[in-house]
Structures are given as C-alpha cells and as structure tokens.
C-alpha cells in the first residue's frame, strides 16, 4: 500500500510562512491499496487539496475513515470534490456512539447556519457507517477500528495489506491515568492497533512541558509517544498532529527530542509532513 | 426508550410489553448463556484471544478504580474479575497482586459469600451477578471471609458497563464494610 500526508496540523488548520515546510492542513492521510481501492483517513482540511489532485478520475468506491468528529477531523468533507460527483459510491466509516447513529450526529455540518446545503441533498448521497467492532475487509485490506482514549467517542485505525500493517491514532492521550513504561501492555489504549505497525502515525502535538498543563485534553506528549511506540513494537513512529501553534523550527525541536528520548531498538521517528508518503 | 437500552432493560425484566422488550430480552439471553459458559476453559480461552487489547472502557474503569479511596471490583465482559483496587485490599483482605484474575466461578466462592443467616449466596443472586443477568444495577448486604480469614459484613452496588443498546463489556461492584456490630451480629 502507499501512504501519503495531504494534513497533518492539529486543531485548527495553520497555513502561513511559519508552517510552511510541515504545512497547516489539518488532519488527512490517502491509503491507495495494490487492488487499486483508495481509503482516506480523516477529513481535516488536507482532504481539499486531495479531491482537487484526484480530479476526474477518482475511483467510484472512496472510503473515508474518521476518527471523531472534532471539527479539524471532519471539516474538509463538504469541500471534497468526489461528494459533489453523483456517480460516485462514498462510505464514511466513523466511531461508534452510544447514543446516535453517525450520520445524525454528522449531519449539523450540513445545514444551516453552519453550511448551506443540507446533507440529503449532496449529490453522491454518501453512506454512513459506523465502525464495526471487529476487524473487517475493504479491497485487499484488513481495517480494525477500536476506541482510544480522547474525548468523545473516537476511534484509531488499522489497515493491514500483505502483512504490513499502518496504524493511525492522530488524536490519542493513552497516558492519561496510565503509566505507559509500566502498565501491562494489553491495559495500554490503542496498544492492539499499534503492535508491530511498519508505520505508526501518532498523535505529538506538545512538549512535556505543554502537557503538563493540557492533562486531559486528548493528547501526547513527544516523551509519551515514543514510550508508546517503544511497549508497541512500531518499526517507524511518525509524529502527527502538530500543535497550530508551533512553528516548522519549534517542530524541529520536538523531532530532536524524540530522537533523544529513543532507545537502542526503538524504530525510527520523524515528523509528519504535507506530501510525505511510505510504501509499505 | 433510553438509547442505551437500559431502560429497555429494566422494562424487560419488570414487565412485558415494552417497546423493544423483545429484542433487548434476546440480548441478555445471549448474556445469560455466555455467563452460564463462564466456567468453561475453552470457552474462555477462545474469548481471550478474540481481545488482545481491554475494551477502552475496562482501562478507564480500571483508571478510575485506582484513584479512588472507594473499593472498587471491575470485571470484564465474560465476569473475570479483571481488578480491584487498593481501597478495596483491607475488606477483602488481600491484594490484587495476589489474587490475580479469577474467573467468576473462582471469585464468587473465593470470599465465601453468605447472607446474615450464613446461607450462601450463588453466583447468579450477588450483585454483579444480577448486573449481568439482567442488565441492570443491583445492591446487596451481605457477608464475606477476606483473605485474611476475617468475616466482614459488606453492602456491594453493581452495575453492568453497556457500551451500546444490549452490549455489556463488563460490570463494576462498589462496596464498603457495614458497621462492626453488624459484623459482630453473626
């Protein structure tokens, strides 16, 4: 499969000359599997750019997998070229709620005031779906969805294809109420998702110093997330979800200290960018 | 109905007729029978490999638990005792270190539960019993013998973990020690 970053900015998108090397686009990974199937991570506002550079010949099968439904996860949605497109068949996969089904607690996006087409009336009709809750096949790829500990209901991925596997847990706070050096493994969120993955893509949105003060809000820290990839065995940890407000030379600083903090058989790091892509 | 079916749940079981009854009272049978396999090793083997990792909602029950001076006793969706927290050492008499998980033939005997007339308590009538085979919360007094040899007199509050309409996860039993003349009564 080949992955590749249209965003990977946390919270709010951040364009400008600051941000310019990582990008500001918020969070939307594209997984093209060897069948030709093409799944999307997240609806951030990466995922404009990426209807555009689709153009025409987009497949007629999109699926789109959200994490949660905070606005930089899903804001791109009704800017995506293809669900203007009534030929095409989009499924949107999302968490499971207690409470609503997906496309109720999705569809105030689609209406006024806050947008003026409806969702009933988007050409391409999409399907919404909730995640299941055991691992499930789309083309030649294996999905896992589970929940991870953020506020809300929120769910981190799995894509499997021919044994290698990507995880992606952008919005992720597993330290939270746990000791991730200590704790038993299978009491670490997010844990099942990550083991072994040949790519992790990892929430690491502030320093240790910001944490501190943020405890509960849904994020890492750079010290977390490597301890995170280190107890789940990922072969390369890529940092994701930076802060809006950290600059491309303060996210340099966070790579720096990641690479600090990794051990002899630690896989390698580095920091999401906008075009960044992986074969696996 | 409350969407999370525990409404439902209560209706099913309180009276019939209810919308949604049926279905929900369907559900719970499917749990009644996992339950009844609970001492069954091949059966708990097969579940434990289907979960590599514990349901989110288990680790944030188990954070929970820790933090709190309340003794808490989680356990998970098959009614293995999964934890009990700190709080809840001195009134079983033992630490979890110890313990370990038990399943919950061995955790519903490993206390001796009894009621005040020394009459013992199955499985199916403690709180977390009823808490998954009805899916609803339940509250007893009863009597235990801690690890430590020593009969406490105890009130336990149950109630199951539904993460959707009909789908437990596991349960959570929150219980303290009843005054010592209580104890003393026996």
Known sequence: MKVTVWGCRGSLASPGPETVRFGGQTSCVTVHLSDGSLLILDAGTGIRPLGMALGHDHPKRIDIFITHLHTDHIEGLRFFDPIWDPSVELNVWGPPSPVRELRSRIAPYFAPPFFPVHLRNIPSHPEFRDAPTSTWRIGSAAITAQLIKHPGPTVGYRVEENGAALAYLPDHEPALGSDLSTVEAEWISGCALAEGAAVLLHDAQYTQEEYDERVGWGHSSTEDVVTFARRTGSRRLVLFHHDPLHTDEQLEGILARAIELRASGDGEVELAREGLTFEL | ?186
């Open chain 2, 1 to 186: 109905m409350c969407p999370l079916g525990v409404t439902a749940c209560w209706q099913g079981i309180r009276g019939p007729g209810a919308p949604g009854v049926r279905v929900v009272e369907m559900r719970l049978k499917a749990i009644v029978i996992r339950f009844a396999l609970l001492g069954s090793r091949p059966y708990r083997r097969l579940m434990t490999e289907a979960h590599a990792q514990r349901n989110l909602i288990l680790i944030l029950a188990r954070d929970l638990a820790s933090r709190l001076a309340t003794p808490v006793f989680v356990v998970d969706h098959e009614g293995t005792l999964v934890y009990f927290n700190e709080a809840a050492e001195p009134v079983l008499g033992g630490t979890y270190a110890e313990t370990g998980e038990l399943r919950a033939g061995e955790w519903a005997t490993e206390w001796t539960p009894t009621d005040d007339e020394g009459r013992s308590i199955p499985l199916e009538d403690l709180p977390l019993g009823v808490a998954f085979r009805e899916g609803r919360a339940s509250h007893l007094p009863f009597r235990i013998v801690g690890g430590d040899g020593v009969a406490r007199a105890i009130e336990a509050t149950a109630f199951p973990l539904l993460i959707r309409q009909g789908e437990i996860v596991g349960a959570i039993a929150v219980f303290w020690e009843r005054p010592a003349e209580e104890t003393a009564k026996r």
